[in-house]
């Protein structure tokens, strides 16, 4: 019954976005304004209060960079293998294998399982994606475009990104101790209800744009599933190496739900539009949409699983 407790409020709001497209209730402007104010203002300050709260251990660094040598051996590996395994999607394929979406997908979904204070867990292994993301995807889409790139124009869209910014300011005040001061100082209370007010919607709204934009297509299926077939055996080997690299985290349960429910998610959402440059048409663009709503179900399918697991052993 736990799991149907669960499950349930995360579906009703995937359905009730899915509905709200269908019966055009909410229009796709709405929609992205909702997204908007979520990835550019929430995600950000609920990402710089787990930051800021948190105990930072070593492994924090440790993981980061595994995380980010994994996903450019991906690339590499992706790039070489894209024609045969994508077709006349080559050119996107090594991008949609890096990644995967944390703050809108697996953060969510990993506090409905286990709480916001285990959520650092998550955040980890997204601060990872956000230097691919912002940092890595922009340069070579660059590199692709126009055969060089433009250094200060880069940095200064890693800089300013929202992400960016929230993951530098979460740590700066957590290792200063300014942090430490306003959570016990009279601003305290202040502090902690306006931001319980500013991201307890986060994951409502999440779910239903998730359900808003799911749209599947299935013309390109062949090479859609050859390569989520490589995409999955690559999430799967980061797994093994948190094993390998990690054994003692990954004997803590949440962690290990951490690990396994975050690889089991679509590409981070901010690929599609760093990659925009190289879509050589709208179909091109329908391939990258139906490759991430494939990865949604996944996700929800992992999701699924590790919670009837999970309750099974008390989590």
């Not at 005040?173 to 601003?187: A, F, V, Y």
Request: hydrophobic share 55%.
């Amino acid at each position: 019954m736990k799991a149907i407790e669960i499950l349930f409020p995360v579906f009703f709001m995937m359905l009730l976005g899915w509905l709200s497209r269908r019966r055009r209730w909410i229009t796709t402007v709405q929609n992205e304004g909702a997204k908007s104010i979520v990835f550019s203002i929430l995600l950000p300050l609920l990402v710089f209060q787990i930051l800021m709260e948190a105990k930072l251990s070593t492994s924090f660094i440790y993981e980061i960079l595994f995380l980010d040598v994994a996903w450019i051996v991906i690339y590499v590996l992706g790039k070489r293998i894209a024609k045969p395994v994508s077709g006349r999607y080559a050119q996107l394929a090594p991008f949609l294998l890096m990644t995967c979406e944390g703050g809108s997908v697996a953060l969510p979904l990993y506090i409905t399982l286990v709480g916001r204070e285990h959520a650092m867990n998550i955040v980890t292994f997204d601060v990872a994606g956000i230097l691919i993301n912002f940092g890595l995807v922009p340069a070579l889409v660059m590199r692709q475009t126009t055969k060089e790139v433009a250094l200060f124009s880069l940095a200064k869209r890693i800089i300013t990104a929202p992400f960016i910014i929230a993951v530098i300011l979460g740590v700066v005040m957590n290792l200063s101790g300014i942090g430490r001061w306003l959570l016990e100082s009279e601003l305290h209370g202040v502090f902690t209800s306006t931001m319980s007010i500013a991201t307890a919607p986060i994951a409502s709204i999440i779910l239903f744009t998730l359900g808003y934009d799911f749209q599947p297509h299935l013309s390109q299926i062949r090479p859609l599933i050859q390569l989520s077939l490589v995409r999955m055996i690559g999430c799967g080997a980061i797994v093994g190496g948190f094993f390998l690299l990690f054994p003692g985290l990954m004997e803590g349960k949440f962690f290990l739900i951490g690990v396994l429910l975050y690889f089991s998610c679509p590409p981070g959402f901010p690929v599609p539009l760093q990659v925009r440059s190289l879509c050589k048409s709208g179909d091109d663009e329908g391939f990258m949409s139906a490759f991430i709503s494939l990865f949604i179900v996944l996700a929800m399918i992992a999701y699924t699983l590790i919670t009837f697991v999970g309750i099974d052993y008390g989590v």
